[in-house]
Structures are given as C-alpha cells and as structure tokens.
C-alpha cells in the first residue's frame, strides 16, 4: 500500500488550507483513515479520523469546528482534510495513515496507524 499526502503549504492565520491524502493498494472499506500532526519538539497528535465505510469521524478537542475530515465523493481512494480557521499552533508536519477496522476515536487518540504517508508541512504567518 501506497500513502500520499498532498495541499500543505503556506497559510495566513484565519486562512484555510485542505490537505489530501491518496491510498493506493487498499480497500478503505476496511480501513480507518487518519490525519496525525507532529510540531517541532512535540509529540505526534492524532487530529481526525474517518471510518469512510460509515462516515464515521473523530476530530480531536484542539480542531473541533475547525477541521473536516471527509472521504472524496468521486474517488473512494481519496480522503481529505479541510483545515479553517488556522491558528499558527497549526503549523506542523501533517501525516496521513490508514488502519485495518479502525474504531476511529482510538485511532486518533492512540494514533494508530499501518500505512503512513510521508507528511506535508503546514507553517501558519501572521
């Protein structure tokens, strides 16, 4: 399996930025899928997680009403994350990752993850 993210970049505080993640090899019928955040010297955090078979989705506290993790409507490979609202506490390496049979609040809280994607980098100026 193949993880690929993609849309990071430079973003003005209050901006909004969506990031993508493309998994090949996969049927995300059975995965979980992921977006887990690491900044400079800081642990790495789960931030939302999509269970794309059902819909199902966690965000953590630090993005809530901010962050929209969704599956793409015409490519089931590929699962998005909408970032508004961004506070410069946002800037980070962003990672995505799948996970067979995810409950996908553990998934972000435990930052569970099989396939991981090499990041794309989010800096947030003022």
């Given at each position: 399996?193949?993880?690929?993210?993609?849309?990071?970049?430079?973003?003005?505080?209050?901006?909004?930025?969506?990031?993508?993640?493309?998994?090949?090899?996969?049927?995300?019928?059975?995965?979980?899928?992921?977006?887990?955040?690491?900044?400079?010297?800081?642990?790495?955090?789960?931030?939302?997680?999509?269970?794309?078979?059902?819909?199902?989705?966690?965000?953590?506290?630090?993005?809530?009403?901010?962050?929209?993790?969704?599956?793409?409507?015409?490519?089931?490979s590929v699962v998005h994350l909408q970032m508004n609202n961004i506070r410069?506490?946002?800037?980070?390496?962003?990672?995505?990752?799948?996970?067979?049979?995810?409950?996908v609040e553990r998934m972000c809280v435990l930052k569970w993850g099989k396939y991981w994607?090499?990041?794309?980098?989010?800096?947030?100026?003022?």
């Amino acid at each position: 399996a193949q993880v690929e993210e993609s849309g990071g970049g430079l973003v003005q505080v209050g901006g909004s930025l969506r990031l993508s993640c493309a998994i090949s090899g996969l049927n995300l019928n059975n995965y979980g899928v992921g977006w887990f955040r690491q900044a400079p010297e800081k642990e790495r955090e789960g931030v939302s997680c999509i269970r794309t078979k059902d819909g199902a989705t966690y965000h953590s506290d630090s993005v809530k009403g901010r962050f929209t993790i969704s599956g793409d409507n015409a490519n089931a490979s590929v699962v998005h994350l909408q970032m508004n609202n961004i506070r410069p506490e946002d800037t980070a390496d962003y990672y995505c990752a799948a996970y067979p049979f995810a409950d996908v609040e553990r998934m972000c809280v435990l930052k569970w993850g099989k396939y991981w994607g090499r990041g794309t980098q989010v800096t947030v100026y003022s």
